[in-house]
């Protein structure tokens, strides 16, 4: 694969351009563009510039409205509501976190509700931002139908990510951030490509049954959830959460109302946050660093976002796909 290298700094500016140049308004152009360039800071080059020609695609057919404001209404003393207007979720999560964050260190506990918003991206920058506050975060969203329920043969969950974030005062927050399915289409499509299996419970052929052949899931199969029977409820968890506990769509209505334009489709998005400080009292970030220490040092064992963190703390700038950048270029 042949590459550009990009600084941060000229990640940023490619973005910002191209979504200027097709329907963005200053903030919404400035808001996202920073996500991607966060995204390729960290290694989370799956929800980088990768994602931008997509959301063109949703900006083009004006399902995303790119000059959107976001409304934040108070519906009860630990509940916001945000209306996403069809902006997409940087924009609606830069009206909604700070309010989340004072409302849960005032009360304890908080929701944020989103609706109707625009999310292609990562979780962790929202989950991340309410643990740098000191706070417990928890946030997922539903998309598409991709994943069949344990024992079913045909889609019905989207792959549902869930992300949760633990503060460290003064240290990086400890974060994961994943899909609630086995594995990504695309990297069951690069297996095939690559001549690899793929381990047994990753999905079904077309006709329902197990395989490893991962040719056989990605020409008309499906991707089973992580975990078997015990995945397949945390994803039915989140298209609940998501879904009817905030009043948005599930997977499969998403589907049927979306235009196919390739863009992400409108949707919701479900957060919490937590005060250990209310709840527990002083004492509790040492109590849980404690554990962290026991835990990492045991062998083989890393915390979860500390491939990120360390990528982070490099500067310099990021080889990114030639094919991409020029893609890119050809649309501003
Ligand atoms: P991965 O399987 O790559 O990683 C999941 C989590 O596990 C990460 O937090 C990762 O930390 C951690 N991890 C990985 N390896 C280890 C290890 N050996 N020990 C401890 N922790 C580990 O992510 P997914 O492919 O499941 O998801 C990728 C991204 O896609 C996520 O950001 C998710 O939000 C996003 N997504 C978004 C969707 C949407 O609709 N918006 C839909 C589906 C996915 P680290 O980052 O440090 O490696």
Redesign the pocket.
């Known amino acids: 694969m042949n590459t550009v290298s990009l600084t941060l700094n000229e990640i940023l500016e490619l973005a910002k351009k191209t979504l200027l140049a097709n329907g963005c308004d200053e903030e919404n152009a400035s808001i996202l563009a920073d996500t991607i360039m966060r995204a390729e800071r960290d290694g ?1 080059v ?2 980088g510039l990768f994602r931008l020609p997509a959301y063109v695609a949703g900006l083009k057919s004006k399902k995303i409205n790119g000059k959107a404001r976001p409304e934040l209404e108070n519906v009860a003393p630990s509940i916001i509501k945000v209306l996403g207007n069809n902006a997409v979720a940087p924009m609606v999560l830069s009206l909604g976190l700070p309010a989340v964050i004072d409302l849960a260190k005032k009360n304890g506990v908080a929701v944020l509700a989103i609706k109707n918003s625009h ?6 920058p929202e989950t991340e931002a309410i643990a740098e506050a000191g706070l417990v975060g928890i946030a997922c ?1 539903s ?1 598409k139908p991709a994943v069949a329920p344990a024992g079913a043969t045909k889609p019905l969950y ?2 549902n ?1 869930i ?1 949760f974030a633990w503060p460290r005062p003064g240290k990086t927050p400890v ?5 609630t399915a086995s594995m ?1 289409m695309g990297e069951v499509q690069i297996a095939k490509r690559e001549g690899h299996k793929v381990p047994l419970g990753t999905g079904l052929t077309k006709e329902g049954k197990e395989t490893t052949d991962p040719g056989e899931i990605a020409d008309g199969g499906v991707i089973l959830p992580f975990g078997g029977y015990k995945g397949s409820s945390i994803a039915m968890m989140v298209e609940l959460l998501a879904g009817a506990l905030i009043g948005e769509n599930f997977s499969f209505e998403t589907a049927a109302k979306d235009n196919n334009d390739g863009g992400p489709p409108s949707g919701g998005e479900f957060i919490i946050a937590i005060s250990p400080e209310k709840i527990s009292g002083k004492g509790w970030d040492k109590h849980a660093d404690q554990f962290f220490s026991k835990m990492s040092a045991m062998d083989g064992v ?7 963190h360390k990528n982070r703390l490099d500067k310099g700038p990021r080889n990114i796909n030639e094919e991409l950048v020029n893609k890119i270029k050809s649309l501003s």
């Not at 999310?119 to 962790?124: G, K, Q, T, V, Y």
């Open positions: 989370s799956s929800h999310h292609m991206a990562a979780l962790w969203t998309y989207g792959t990510p992300s974060v994961y951030d994943m899909a990504a890393r915390l979860p976002g500390e491939r990120r």
